[in-house]
């Protein structure tokens, strides 16, 4: 079963992850790596730390000469920054530095954090975790750091994907109240050819808030600046849209079989990620029954629908539609001017440590949002088709082409 696992902190040393259950033989390109990577780190409203890092993924095990050894795949990537944070970040005691965390220097104590911040993880794991001496120890790892292996992992997983022709795409729905025009969004989610596709894909690729419309992207990047110009910060809409799926990944047998359950845990995990819907979502519980099927039709090609109000799920497979997933972000919650809160010290009311902040991170959102589709497809792909070798995978995939058209078109 593929699985994977990451570990680091927002300003240690390294992140890392390690894949198993990767099959063996794929065809992997650092280069599309590392741009999956370094469009995670783009989009209009991003702070000063982007400036900093640059994030090249080391591969580390698991690929020989760029194909895969069906061994654990090691990734590993420095945090540029951890040089401005060596003293705040030593996974060692240092001189000054204990290891109960205590600090001795003026200088290190003005770098502990003893008020949490609203929105932020910082009070609930303060107090899960008995962070009583520094919030730190909760906010490195609470961090959205993270979501960089999240993309290098989603990246492989991505390419076996395309390997079998399928295509996913994350993009910028809405930045405050700027949303994408409805007929942006039908061109980007109706059923095409993968050639149309990528040129859209390398539009979104190519603009500054991942969206398609150069017009809505104007007026996004104007909204930024006066939220940037008001001090605050802003949230959005991003949509992932998957070209390409057979019919029939995921299961209707179980909880936790079913593909939309697993797609929304695992875009839900995104953080400040806090809604998620497939199709026509929540307009779905405003309309007539007769209005939200859609047709089945049986055409020399197989089988297709005349539209997709269930956005390419059904009983918790794929059923042969785009993939249409909707979902919503919240803004950043780290407000420069800081926000109300109590100092665990002394307990009396503050204002929260202000850290330095994106001012938006929606564009980075639909890349990450991107890779965890992947993800949750590619395990999808080889729950049914096997997971040890590529083509094997791949002859599998064709022989359940090949005998379902036979078993109902060809009879
Ligand atoms: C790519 C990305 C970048 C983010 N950047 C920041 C940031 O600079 N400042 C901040 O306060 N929150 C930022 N966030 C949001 C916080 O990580 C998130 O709100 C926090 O960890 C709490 O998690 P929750 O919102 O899922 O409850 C970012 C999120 C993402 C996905
Ligand atoms: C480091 C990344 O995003 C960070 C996510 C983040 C947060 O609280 O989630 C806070 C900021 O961290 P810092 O305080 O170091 O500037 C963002 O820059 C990244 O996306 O790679």
Avoid at 91 to 99: H, K, M, Q, S, V
Wanted: charged share 15%.
């Amino acid at each position: 079963m593929l699985n994977y696992v990451t570990a680091g902190e927002s300003h240690g040393p390294y992140l890392s992850a390690i894949i198993s259950g990767f099959p063996a033989n794929v065809p992997l390109s650092r280069t599309t790596l590392w741009a999956d990577l370094a469009q995670r780190q783009q989009g209009y409203g991003r702070g000063g730390r982007m400036q900093i890092e640059t994030d090249q993924v080391e591969v580390i095990s698991g690929l020989r000469f760029g194909r895969t050894l069906g061994s654990p795949i090691g990734l590993l990537l420095p945090n540029r920054d951890f040089t401005n944070w060596q003293d705040v970040m030593a996974p060692w005691p240092t001189a000054e530095n204990d290891a109960s965390g205590q600090t001795s220097s003026a200088a290190r104590r003005k770098r502990t954090i003893s008020q949490p911040r609203p929105g932020h993880a910082d009070l609930s794991g303060a107090l899960k975790y008995a962070q009583t001496q520094d919030l730190r120890n909760v906010l490195e790892r609470a961090s959205a750091r993270e979501t960089a292996m999240r993309v290098a992992v989603g990246s492989l997983c991505r390419q076996f994907l395309q390997a079998f022709g399928i295509e996913i795409l994350g993009w910028v729905s809405g930045i405050g109240a700027v949303t994408a025009a409805r007929q942006a969004r039908g061109a980007v989610s109706a059923p095409q050819s993968l050639t149309a596709f990528a040129k859209i894909q390398q539009q979104v690729a190519a603009d500054p808030v991942r969206t398609i419309d150069p017009a809505t992207s104007t007026a996004m990047r104007t909204a930024i600046d006066q939220a940037q110009a008001a001090a605050t910060t802003l949230g959005g809409r991003l949509q992932v849209v998957v070209q390409g799926l057979p019919i029939g990944l995921g299961s209707y047998v179980a909880a936790d079989t079913k593909l939309d359950g697993r797609l929304a845990q695992a875009l839900l995990s995104i953080n400040a990620i806090k809604g998620v819907s497939f199709g026509g979502g929540f307009t779905l519980g405003e309309q007539l029954g007769r209005a939200t099927l859609d047709p089945i039709l049986a055409t020399e090609n197989g089988f297709t629908r005349a539209s997709n109000h269930q956005g390419g799920l059904e009983g918790g497979m794929t059923n042969g539609q785009p993939l249409v997933i909707d979902l919503v972000m919240k803004p950043i919650p780290t407000q420069p001017q800081g926000a109300p809160t109590v100092d665990l010290r002394t307990m009396r009311a503050t204002g929260a440590t202000v850290q330095r902040a994106d001012v938006t991170a929606v564009p980075a959102a639909a890349v990450i949002a991107q890779s965890m589709t992947a993800i949750v497809l590619m395990q999808a792909f080889c729950e049914m088709f096997g997971g040890d070798e590529f083509g094997r995978i791949q002859a599998a995939y064709q022989h359940y082409l090949t005998t379902t058209k036979a078993e109902f078109f060809d009879k």
